[in-house]
Each structure stands twice: as structure tokens, then as C-alpha cells.
């Protein structure tokens, strides 16, 4: 006996195609698929799984990150479940890779128009937050009903004076659907909006995907006199590369709770560490792509 | 260092799975075999195959012994391997009517035509822990062996309580040919889900969420009083058709335990007649699995009210939450580290309080 390539028959693939397809001609909705068990859990990236399950040809070369590390446990299980099921080849380098699964981060390095980036999301949801039931947020999206969304957000900035929202921070795509962009950091919104490479969502067990195409705009919520921010790391470096302007992972270092940082995404904080030079590309480290509801 | 520690690597995978391994079999011990699981954790074994959707005792069994008896375990296995297996055809429909019985019992008439059979049950035994299966010999004792299954062999299956009911008017009649079943493995659903993707969600739901659930409606946060009108436990026919027979192919028998429960229903029917019948609420389950069918039938039953005033009357409530690997699998995703979200709560929380710090005149 053994399995079909990548894991899932034909027939299931199809199936995730065919949604696929669909959420990419309508950017930031959420298609229902038939989510298929796994021999990896529901919570530890059954949608990004399914979704590259669908994706993946023979010459394919994957990446997979977990909180934008390589050598995370989880990326690494993810990785040894295609390279035992598809046998198609793994690597580490951002550049390399013609399709990357990630969970919480987008790579540092901008990612070229043949490059995939699918997500494994917990949450596809943005609206859960102020609705619990599906088939209420079904309508708001239908109607494109956002205002509980931007009063939420208000009351968050009456309340402490801030939106505290940390990750998984809504966005409005193409103007019509909010988008929930998985539990990525704010850090790592504006990389969304107007990009090169498609980038895909997979929820398995909410059974939802969707998508964002290349140059699509895409804009995370916000007021003119609040707009939308990114976590600021201000006066912190890399401990290993020296970088300034990366994700930083906080990590505590002896007894007496001392802190350094390191970059989140270790495949560019290698890079980094060769070239100190190399650009990270996305060209909006200001607050660029911040949907202001007062102009609507 | 912590960072080695949350980041072992392809080695620390490979280790743990070893060291897994030498705990699931300690040294010296002998193993236990399938066949032993499959014929003395019977119930275990229904159970696993109810919740895996997958009705084969012998890979339930080993399920159970990989998973080293962690059940949720077991059926996601079984789950997972299910998800490989091709459809080669769907059965005509079953007729549970028909099953050759094990045990039947009514808790609506004392007598029912066809007899109720007690068959076997832990219902009316004292629970005390017996002793003597500390060391227990091999059986000998050859009269018990013939009575699995064979309670009615040859004799016409009875009626079902329900018919009575339903030739009285106390029950609405039941459709005739109704739309084909939806397959909530196939088909993407959306709420609200037709009644047939219901009951496959409910009868593949982890046991403790939906006793859980079923207790709440019945005990104070919904109103199913419910009657069993019948419980069954037997052995099924399932059938194939073949290209070129006229009449289906019996493959085999499965055994299962199917729940027909009846309650009060306030509502108004649809002609506007206010609480003149009942409504049934259905379980079935593969395997003998008499709690597990009880509360799905409640569950059913309360799922049917036009709006759901408690948690167990409301289909999203239940049917986003009843599914054991759904679930078991978020919760257990909290142990995957969680450091870049974290650092971004850290960031906001540390924003708050510095906002909360500055003092009222100085802030914008």
C-alpha cells in the first residue's frame, strides 16, 4: 500500500483547486472547502497543508516557517510530511523556494511574482471578534458591514488610548472584503498590500480559504488622527546580525531576566549575517496601506 | 540556552518519537496484541470507530494501541487514515429497522410487540470493581460463546415503537423520498446545515462533548424532556450493488446502536396546531455505543426548535464545537510557541501602560 502524491488522492486536490481558484478571482473572500483530516492535528497548519497539498508539483522546492524560523519544530515536521509523501525538494533559502508555508510571519525578503506564500490560519474570521455566529458575519460580508469592525476599534482607542490590537490586525482588500491575515504581527501588514507574489490563506478546520493576488491593494484599518501602527523596535538591534529594521523576537538570557533580540525570520537573519547590506525589499517601512474610514 | 530548548530540531523530533516508544512498550513486559484490544476493549473499540467515522475493529484496536489508549487519539488516527481511502460507491440506504438484534429496549411501553431484550448491559449491575479479573484465568466455559448476536436469529424483526406513534398522529409521518444525504466530508456546508449533515456531524462528535451538551438541555439551559421510545443494538446488513445484478449484494454486517427518543413539541406545526405531537430526536452510531447515541438523539431533537433560546437548541453552538479532532487539535496548537504574537501583545501591553503612566495634562 501506499499514499498518493502529497498525501491527498487527486479527487481532494481538485476539490482544494477548485476553491483556490475561486478565492483568488475575489480577493479576501473566504471560500468554504471540505477540509480532509490530516495525519498532522487541526490547529498545526491543516489549511496551509491542504493548501500546498494542492499546490505542490515535482519540481517544486519548499520552504516552510514557523514563526519565521526554519528550524522550528513544527516547520520541520511540516517539511519532513512533503518530503516523505511528494519527495520534492526542501530548502531553508527565502530566494530558493518557489513555494513557502508559514505560520505568524512573512519572510523579511520581498518575494518574487513566481512565488507562493501560503498561510496556515487559525482564525480566517476578522469579524469574529465582534460576531460569533457564522451566519451573521456571512451577511455582514455580503454587505460589506463593517462598522461594528471600525467601532470596535474606536472603543479600543476610548477605552486605552490606543488600538491594542496586536496581531492579526484586520484589513480591507481591494476595497471590498476585510481580511483576517492570519496571526502575522502589524509588522508584517503592509508587506500584503500591492506585493508581486500571490499569497494564499488556508484555514482547515474552520474549512475556509482565501486569497490576496499579486499587486492588490490591501489596507489595514485605521482612523486619520489613529492610524494604523506596526510594533516599533526602536532602539533594539538584532543580537546576531546587528539588523534594525527586522522582526525581533525577545528572548531572556540569564537568571536575572536580561533581554537581547534576535530576528524573527532566521533564513534572512543568516543572509544578513553575510551581507550586512541586503536590502529587505519591501519598500514600506512607513506606515504605508492604512485604510482611513473618515475618507470612505 | 532557551532558545535550544523550544527549537530542538529534525534530532529532538526523532528522539522524542524514540523515547515515545520506549514508553508505549516498557521493557519486559509482553505486548498486547490487536486481537486483544478488538475482543476485551470492545467498547473502547466502538467508540474509536464512532468518532473516527470508520467502521473497522481491527484497525480501531490498533489505533488504540498505537495511541496507548488516549481514545481522542485513536479516532484521529483512524480519521486521518480514512482521509486516504478512496469512495468507491455508496451503499443503497440501510434499513436499521431490519437488524438482527442484540438488545432492544423501550422506556415508552412496557410491553412492545416483538418483546424488549435486555441483551447485554452494565444498566443494572452493582459497580463494584471486581477483583477476581486481577488474575484471570482463561475462559472455559463454553455456553457463554454462542450467545453474541443471535437473540432473534430467524425470527421477523419487529415493528418499530415510532410506528405505533406515527399511526396514531402523535408523530408527524415521515417524509417520503427525501433529498439524498449530505456527506459533511464532501461537501463544504453552510450554516444553517440541512438535517442529514447534522446527525453525521453529531454521530462522528467526541462522547464527552456531546453528553456535555445533551446534559445542559436536559437539566436546565434548554427544555428536551425525552422519552426513549426505542433502543436498538444489532447487527446490520450492508449492501453493494453490482453492475449487471439486479439485486444488491449483502458484503456483510456491521453492528450498531440507533436511538429513536421522543419529545414534546410547543412550537407550532406548521398547520398552526400548538403541542399536539411529538417530534423524534435520532442517534446511530457504529458499534454498541448506547450513551453516545442517547445524546445525539437529544441533541437532534433540540437542534430542531425554530430558534434556539439554549446553547444545545443552537446548530452553530453544537456543530462547531462537538468535533473531538477539531478541537483537540486547537487546543493542543497552544504548546507550538506563540513567541512573534507574543511579542506584539508585549508591545501593545507595554504601550498601554506607558499611555496609562504619562500623566492626564501631559497626554494629547
Redesign the interface.
Known amino acids: 500500500m501506499s499514499?498518493?502524491f502529497a498525501?491527498?488522492?487527486e479527487q481532494?486536490k481538485r476539490c482544494v483547486r477548485r476553491?483556490l481558484l475561486k478565492a483568488v478571482a475575489l480577493p479576501g473572500y473566504q471560500v468554504?472547502?471540505?477540509s480532509?483530516?490530516?495525519?498532522i492535528?487541526?490547529?498545526?497548519g491543516?489549511g496551509g497543508i491542504q493548501t500546498t497539498c494542492a499546490l505542490l508539483g515535482k519540481s517544486d522546492v519548499l520552504k516552510v516557517i514557523?514563526?519565521?524560523?526554519d528550524?522550528?519544530?513544527?516547520a520541520?515536521?511540516i517539511k519532513?510530511f512533503f518530503a516523505k509523501t511528494a519527495g520534492i525538494r526542501t530548502t531553508t533559502l527565502t530566494a530558493e523556494a518557489s513555494i513557502i508555508q508559514t505560520?505568524?510571519?512573512i519572510p523579511e525578503e520581498r518575494l518574487r511574482a513566481d512565488q507562493i506564500l501560503v498561510f496556515q490560519v487559525?482564525y480566517p474570521e476578522p469579524l469574529r471578534r465582534v460576531e460569533?455566529?457564522?451566519?451573521e458575519t456571512?451577511r455582514m460580508h455580503a454587505e460589506a458591514d463593517y462598522g461594528r469592525m471600525y467601532v470596535a476599534l474606536y472603543e479600543d482607542i476610548v477605552r486605552?488610548?490606543?488600538i491594542?490590537?496586536?496581531?492579526?490586525y484586520p484589513a480591507l482588500v481591494n476595497g471590498r472584503y476585510l481580511l483576517s491575515p492570519s496571526?502575522?504581527?502589524?509588522?508584517d501588514n503592509p508587506k500584503l498590500h500591492q506585493a508581486d507574489c500571490l499569497f494564499l490563506f488556508g484555514a482547515g478546520?474552520e474549512?475556509r480559504v482565501y486569497a490576496v493576488p499579486p499587486h492588490t491593494d490591501v489596507h489595514s484599518l485605521g482612523f486619520e488622527d489613529h492610524p494604523f501602527r506596526v510594533?516599533?523596535f526602536a532602539g533594539r538591534r538584532c543580537s546576531r546580525c546587528g539588523s534594525t529594521d527586522t522582526?525581533?523576537?525577545?528572548?531572556?538570557?540569564d537568571a536575572d531576566g536580561r533581554r537581547q533580540h534576535?530576528c524573527?525570520d532566521t533564513a534572512f537573519c543568516l543572509r544578513r549575517r553575510q551581507d550586512p547590506a541586503v536590502p529587505r525589499g519591501w519598500g514600506h517601512d512607513h506606515p504605508a496601506g492604512v485604510a482611513v474610514e473618515a475618507r470612505r | 540556552?532557551?532558545?535550544v530548548a523550544?527549537?530542538?530540531?529534525?534530532d529532538?523530533?526523532r528522539h522524542s518519537e524514540r523515547l515515545l516508544e520506549a514508553f508505549r512498550r516498557r521493557e519486559g513486559h509482553p505486548g498486547i496484541q490487536v486481537a486483544q484490544i478488538r475482543e476485551q476493549m470492545r467498547l473502547a473499540v466502538d467508540r474509536a470507530m464512532a468518532e473516527g467515522s470508520l467502521y473497522s475493529p481491527t484497525l480501531a484496536a490498533l489505533a488504540l494501541k498505537q495511541a496507548e489508549g488516549d481514545m481522542v487519539e485513536a479516532a484521529?488516527l483512524l480519521?486521518?487514515y480514512?482521509?486516504?481511502l478512496?469512495r468507491v460507491q455508496t451503499t443503497p440506504t440501510l434499513r436499521p429497522a431490519a437488524m438482527r438484534l442484540v438488545r432492544r429496549i423501550s422506556a415508552a411501553f412496557k410491553d412492545i410487540p416483538g418483546g424488549q431484550i435486555l441483551g447485554p448491559t452494565r444498566d443494572y449491575t452493582q459497580r463494584l470493581l471486581d477483583f477476581s479479573l486481577l488474575d484471570e484465568e482463561e475462559r472455559t466455559d463454553a455456553s457463554l460463546s454462542p450467545m453474541s448476536g443471535e437473540a432473534t436469529n430467524g425470527a421477523a424483526p419487529p415493528e418499530r415503537v415510532s410506528t405505533y406513534l406515527r399511526r396514531e398522529g402523535l408523530l408527524p409521518d415521515l417524509p417520503g423520498d427525501v433529498e439524498p444525504p449530505v456527506d459533511?466530508?464532501?461537501?463544504?456546508?453552510?450554516?444553517?446545515m440541512p438535517r442529514s449533515a447534522r446527525l453525521q456531524a453529531l454521530a462522528r462528535g467526541e462522547e464527552g462533548a456531546l453528553l456535555a451538551l445533551a446534559y445542559s438541555s436536559m437539566r436546565g439551559f434548554g427544555n428536551v424532556h425525552p422519552t426513549v421510545a426505542e433502543l436498538r443494538v444489532g447487527y446490520l446488513a450492508v449492501q453493494v450493488t453490482i453492475p449487471g445484478l439486479e439485486t444488491p449484494v449483502t458484503i456483510g454486517e456491521i453492528l450498531v446502536t440507533e436511538v429513536e427518543l421522543i419529545s414534546r413539541w410547543d412550537a407550532d406545526d406548521a398547520e398552526g396546531n400548538a403541542g399536539t405531537q411529538f417530534r423524534l430526536g435520532y442517534g446511530f452510531a457504529f458499534g454498541h455505543n448506547e450513551r453516545r447515541t442517547i445524546c445525539m438523539a437529544i441533541l437532534d431533537r433540540a437542534m430542531q426548535a425554530a430558534a434556539p433560546h439554549a446553547p444545545a437548541e443552537d446548530q452553530?453552538f453544537v456543530i462547531?464545537h462537538i468535533d473531538g479532532?477539531?478541537a483537540?487539535?486547537?487546543?493542543?496548537?497552544w504548546k507550538?510557541?506563540?513567541?512573534?504574537?507574543f511579542?506584539?501583545?508585549?508591545?501593545?501591553l507595554r504601550?498601554?501602560r506607558r499611555?496609562a503612566a504619562t500623566p492626564a495634562e501631559a497626554?494629547p
Open positions: 499514499y498518493s498525501f491527498l488522492d481532494s476553491a468554504p472547502f471540505v480532509r483530516e490530516l495525519p492535528s487541526y490547529g498545526w491543516t514557523d514563526q519565521g524560523a528550524d522550528s519544530v513544527n520541520l515536521n519532513r505560520r505568524h510571519r487559525p460569533p455566529r457564522e451566519t456571512r486605552h488610548g490606543e491594542t490590537l496586536p496581531w492579526q496571526p502575522i504581527p502589524r509588522f478546520r474549512k510594533e516599533s522582526y525581533l523576537d525577545e528572548v531572556i538570557v534576535q524573527s | 540556552m532557551g532558545y523550544v527549537r530542538g530540531g529534525e529532538a523530533i484521529f480519521r486521518a480514512r482521509s486516504t478512496p459533511i466530508t464532501r461537501d463544504a456546508v453552510a450554516f444553517p452553530e462547531q479532532i477539531e483537540q487539535g486547537f487546543t493542543n496548537h507550538l510557541p506563540h513567541y512573534v504574537d511579542q506584539s501583545e508585549l508591545d501593545r504601550a498601554k499611555a497626554k
